[in-house]
């Protein structure tokens, strides 16, 4: 992820601070599914150790990794946008130590708080942005006939 997708990059320090006041830490072992494709997005990490891969199902084959995420990284962005059902999935690929957020307390600050809200918006629509670049240019690179074509 690029520093403009960062937590710290994307929030003024008050706002930061203000979000971080809702999370509470959490651990999971390597192997563990975060959430899988498909189910409710009720909830989203901020990685603090460790590495989670973001994959994606793909008919007849084994589920395409997309990213791997790691410290600072935003791990889920459809808690944020209607029906907040998950787009992909999300392992544990080693243990991972992170701060869990609750959607709807986080949506609800939002909503009360335009600033606030903007900001987060702003924030998940680069991650979300970033990540629909990176699942195009993996899934490319793993079906494509000759790959992505990504000279950038």
Not at 73 to 83: A, I, K, N, Q, Y
């Amino acid at each position: 992820m690029t520093s403009a997708t960062s937590l710290a990059a994307a929030l003024p320090v008050d706002l930061r601070e203000r979000l971080m006041r809702t999370a509470r830490e959490v651990s999971f072992e390597a192997g563990t599914r975060l959430f899988e494709e498909g189910l409710r997005a009720d909830r989203f990490w901020i990685v603090r150790t460790g590495t989670v891969a973001l994959d994606l199902h793909v008919p007849g084959r084994r589920a395409a990794v997309i990213e791997s995420l790691g410290h600072g990284e935003l791990v889920g962005w459809s808690w944020h946008f209607t029906p907040h059902v998950w787009q992909l999935g999300a392992e544990a690929t080693t243990p991972v130590r992170a701060y869990e957020f609750d959607a709807v307390t986080v949506r609800d600050m939002c909503e009360h708080d335009p600033e606030f809200g903007r900001a987060i918006a702003v924030w998940v629509g680069r991650v979300l942005a970033h990540r629909l670049h990176a699942a195009r240019t993996r899934l490319l690179d793993l079906y494509a006939p000759y790959g992505s074509g990504n000279h950038s």
